[in-house]
C-alpha cells in the first residue's frame, strides 16, 4: 500500500473512532484527541507491516497460546476498568494496548512495504 494512502486511511480511522467515541460519551477535549492520535498511529503500523502481523498473529504453538491468553486477560481487565473512568479514556487505553502490539511487530518486521 502506498504510503500516502496509508496514512490518509489511518487519519480517517482515528478521527472516525475519535467522533464516535464522542458521540457515544458525549465528551469533547483531550481524551477524544488521545483517541485519534493513538489509533492513527496504531492503524499507519498495522497497514505498514499487516503480513507480519497476520504471519506472527497465525502462530500456534503452546507458548503464543499462552502468551496470547496473558495479553488477552490484562487487556481485558485494564479496558474495562478504564471504561469506568470515561469511554474516551477506556478505547484510548486498549489503542495503546494495540499500539504497543504494532509496535512490536514492527521492530521485528524485516521490512515495511510503501
Do not use: N
Not at 460519551?25 to 505498514?48: E, F, I, K, Q, R
Not at 503464543?64 to 490484562?74: I, N, P, Q, Y
Not at 478504564?82 to 486498549?94: A, F, K, N, R, Y
Amino acid at each position: 500500500m502506498h504510503r500516502s494512502i496509508r496514512y490518509a486511511v489511518a487519519l480517517l480511522v482515528g478521527i472516525g473512532l475519535a467522533a464516535i467515541a464522542g458521540v457515544v460519551s458525549d465528551t469533547h477535549g483531550l481524551s477524544l484527541l488521545s483517541v485519534a492520535v493513538v489509533y492513527s498511529a496504531t492503524t499507519a503500523l498495522v497497514l505498514a507491516h499487516r503480513g507480519t502481523w497476520a504471519d506472527l498473529s497465525s502462530r500456534t504453538t503452546e507458548s503464543s497460546r499462552k502468551l496470547g491468553a496473558v495479553g488477552g486477560g490484562v487487556g481485558a481487565f485494564a479496558g474495562s476498568t478504564l471504561l469506568q473512568v470515561s469511554i474516551p479514556v477506556g478505547v484510548t487505553g486498549l489503542g495503546l494496548y494495540l499500539f504497543g502490539m504494532a509496535v512490536t511487530v514492527a521492530d521485528v518486521s524485516p521490512v515495511a512495504d510503501g
